[in-house]
């Protein structure tokens, strides 16, 4: 029989109160970082590795008529190649199962990958995935995703480009409209954003001789990508063992599954470890952005300053796949309203499959861009009702009790507290206006 | 067509095989086993490769390989170790100027090429020195911070 000690419960609670807070605390890993000790996903070798390198599209929307492996199998160096026709269930995703681990009939944007190959070395793997041969017949594409909700638009996956449409409704919108002694209506869009970590995707992986793999990687959401990685490889869960490294930058850029089931096949395949490290290019084109938004928002106030009825329409440019897309926007609209009492709400949130780069996690999850929104409205909305926008915002403020329109009761609702203290630091002053 | 160069590296003689056309940075990492050393773009952008050469921040993976012969080469590994730190690693460590750490080894050997050519350096001064190198996660004040508490250290030892 074994036994199995368990090493004691940590003591951290009981030292906190005389202990870390309110006093510096070096970082765990601070001496490893300052003497470059770390290891990222970057850092991991193994003896006899092969590097891997994807093969991309050109194209923004393209048919895939051929692939031709042999002058690339015939390369030097070369030990194996993948495309979508090796992976045993080509399809994943989170809410949607619209993406392929390797793109097989067709590519949704540039940058996709339709094939990876295992070299000797990564100058080989280079010259090699140049030779693959891959015959593109281009379709037409849509990169506004206005123009990619009309019936007519080219379409990505199904019949309609709307992945989703999400609705939220409390009270009667219209009915607040028309009690309304002013009704604001403005409209904006937010911008692509790259996560821009500094390290770049990377990651080994070591193949076990009973056919189990180990994959290294630089990743924020190491269960979640061991799981989908064994579902798309077909292997029981317990085969597929996925340690993350140190992350060199995330911010929700590494919150998916990226090169884990092609370095993972090619080393079952050639039984060798194989590594992978993005460039700087494909991080630009082939990993996931915060999605552009484009936002309209129309507000109904009394003379008095009291919020009665808010509509929001959001679109969600979610680029190819919907990846975290759904699940970005479902946040955004619940946060859309903002942190105010509003009896009349209705929000529409749809999100628009296009041929651009893939949407994905990234600081704030969709919050950041409707922030954005509200926050400018409701200056807008206040300087109709002349009103000074931080008595505003007192006024119509979420208080203890306060529900968003999801019907969500908040407590412990410290926004008012927050905006006096932050006024009294900052020294706000608005002349002839209270505050 | 392999080749050999043989430089100073961290003060000791190195000598490697090289390709012609191989960066600084590859060779450090792949060749020397050096992983201190980050490559972030490739491109001279982002800094994360910053080493010294002749006592220079310089981005190792713009500069070929073949070209460090007869130089000397610090790398972060070269300024200083667990238990003799150089005072810019201490002051990173006490003022948690580093989140993810991968621009750190970049930015440190950036930091300690000022200090050694100016021990009183303005903020605008440290701001300057750090210009080529990204980070992406702190928004540099902490970054800034440490530089000049390690410069004050720095004087502090020297006035003992």
């Known amino acids: ?435 | 067509m392999p080749s050999e160069v043989s430089f100073t590296l961290n003060g000791e003689r190195v000598t490697t095989a090289v390709e012609a056309d191989e960066s600084l940075a590859w060779v450090l990492r792949e060749r020397l086993g050096l992983l201190g050393t980050k490559i972030g773009c490739g491109t001279g952008d982002c800094g994360a490769c910053t080493i010294l050469l002749d006592g220079h921040p310089v981005c190792s993976c713009l500069l070929l390989a073949v070209k460090a012969q007869g130089r000397a080469v610090v790398t972060i590994e070269g300024l200083g170790a667990p238990g003799q730190l150089h005072p810019v690693q201490q002051a990173f460590m006490e003022h948690g100027a580093l989140q993810c750490g991968f621009c750190g080894p970049g930015l440190l050997v950036s930091a300690a090429a000022l200090l050694a050519r100016d021990a009183h350096p303005s903020e605008e001064a440290v701001r300057e020195a750090i210009a080529g190198n990204l980070c992406r996660c702190t928004g540099y004040a902490k970054i800034v911070e440490a530089i000049l508490a390690a410069s004050k250290d720095a004087v502090g030892e020297q006035s003992r």
């Open chain 1, 1 to 435: 029989m074994t036994t199995i000690t368990h090493p004691a419960p940590p003591t951290v609670i009981e030292e906190t109160p005389s202990g870390a807070v309110g006093r510096r605390v070096p970082r765990h890993d601070a001496l490893l970082q300052v003497t470059g000790r770390v290891v990222y996903g970057d850092d991991m070798h193994a003896a006899g590795m092969l590097w891997a390198r994807a093969v991309r599209s050109p194209h923004p929307h393209a048919r895939i008529a051929e692939v031709d492996l042999l002058p690339a199998l015939s390369s030097p160096g070369v030990r194996a190649i993948i495309t979508g026709r090796d992976v045993p269930r080509n399809r994943y995703g989170f809410t949607h199962q619209d993406q392929p681990v390797l793109a097989e009939d067709c590519v949704r944007h540039v940058g996709e990958a339709v094939a990876v190959v295992a070299a000797e070395t990564l100058r080989q793997a280079e010259e090699a995935a140049a030779r693959v041969m891959v015959r593109y017949e281009p379709l037409p594409a849509v990169f506004d995703p206005l123009e990619a909700m009309r019936t007519d638009a080219p379409r990505l996956h199904q019949d309609t480009n709307v992945a989703e449409h999400i609705r939220i409704r409390e009270g009667d919108v219209e009915a607040g409209f028309a009690q309304a002694d002013a009704i604001v209506e403005e409209e904006f869009t937010t911008g692509f954003v790259e996560h821009a970590h500094l390290e770049p995707h990377a990651g080994l992986a070591i193949p076990s001789p009973d056919g189990a793999i180990t994959i290294y990687s630089s990743v924020q959401r190491p269960f979640l990508v061991a799981g989908d990685t064994a579902k798309v490889l077909a292997m029981s869960q317990n085969r597929v063992r996925l340690i993350a490294t140190g992350v060199g930058g995330g911010f929700g850029g590494k919150n998916e599954m990226t090169f884990e089931p092609w370095i993972a096949l090619l080393a079952l395949r050639t039984r060798r470890p194989v590594k992978i490290v993005f460039t700087r290019e494909e991080e630009f084109q082939a990993t996931t952005v915060r999605h552009p938004y484009r936002m309209r928002y129309r507000t109904g106030v009394r003379a008095d300053g009291t919020l009665l009825a808010r509509a929001v329409e959001i679109i969600s440019d979610c680029g190819a796949y919907v990846s975290w897309g759904a699940s970005t926007l479902a946040k955004a609209s619940i946060h859309a309203a903002g942190p105010y009492a509003i009896p009349h709400v209705k929000i529409d949130g749809y999100l628009v499959y296009t041929n651009n780069p893939v949407g994905g996690a990234m600081r704030g999850f969709g919050v950041p861009q409707v922030g954005f929104a509200y926050e400018c409205h409701t200056d807008a909305v206040a300087e109709a009702v002349t009103m000074d926008p931080i008595a505003f915002r007192l006024r119509n403020a979420l208080r203890d009790g306060g529900h968003l329109p999801t019907g969500q009761v908040l407590e412990r609702v410290t926004l008012a507290e927050t905006l006096r203290q932050a006024l009294e630091m900052a020294e706000w002053r608005r002349e002839g206006r209270a505050s």
